[in-house]
């Protein structure tokens, strides 16, 4: 009887969390599609090396989680960041492509995303 029970409290929950998810990704989407072209276009920066258009599609200060912290809080700073970052990848690397993002609202004007 308990097992049931907690099968029916978990499948309640997740029926919940995935219509909560819908209705949050229909509600938001030029929200996101306005971050997922966001995102293209700052690929396209980095492929061509293009600090400042990805210092100019970026709102300061930035924070970044990578092996480590990454902050910049001027415009000039995430040149300087990108362009030290693109230093260490080998100038014969071919870069690849991301096919799809998926955006998620964690709350209010903050969206988590990932490829």
Do not use: C, W
């Given at each position: 009887m308990?097992?049931?029970?907690?099968?029916l409290i978990?499948?309640?929950?997740?029926?919940?969390?995935?219509?909560?998810?819908?209705?949050?990704?229909?509600?938001?989407?030029?929200?996101?599609?306005a971050?997922?072209a966001a995102?293209d276009l700052?690929?396209n920066?980095?492929?061509e090396?293009?600090?400042e258009?990805i210092a100019?599609?970026m709102?300061?200060p930035?924070?970044q989680?990578a092996?480590?912290?990454?902050?910049a809080?001027t415009?000039?700073?995430?040149?300087d960041?990108?362009g030290?970052?693109?230093?260490?990848?080998?100038?014969?690397?071919n870069?690849s492509?991301?096919d799809?993002?998926?955006v998620?609202k964690?709350i209010?004007s903050?969206?988590?995303f990932f490829?």
């Amino acid at each position: 009887m308990k097992l049931k029970s907690l099968l029916l409290i978990l499948s309640l929950f997740f029926s919940t969390s995935v219509l909560a998810d819908h209705h949050a990704k229909t509600s938001t989407s030029s929200e996101v599609e306005a971050i997922t072209a966001a995102y293209d276009l700052y690929v396209n920066h980095f492929i061509e090396s293009d600090y400042e258009g990805i210092a100019s599609a970026m709102q300061l200060p930035l924070v970044q989680k990578a092996d480590k912290t990454l902050i910049a809080v001027t415009k000039e700073e995430v040149i300087d960041l990108y362009g030290a970052l693109k230093a260490n990848i080998r100038p014969d690397y071919n870069y690849s492509s991301v096919d799809k993002i998926k955006v998620s609202k964690i709350i209010d004007s903050i969206y988590l995303f990932f490829h």
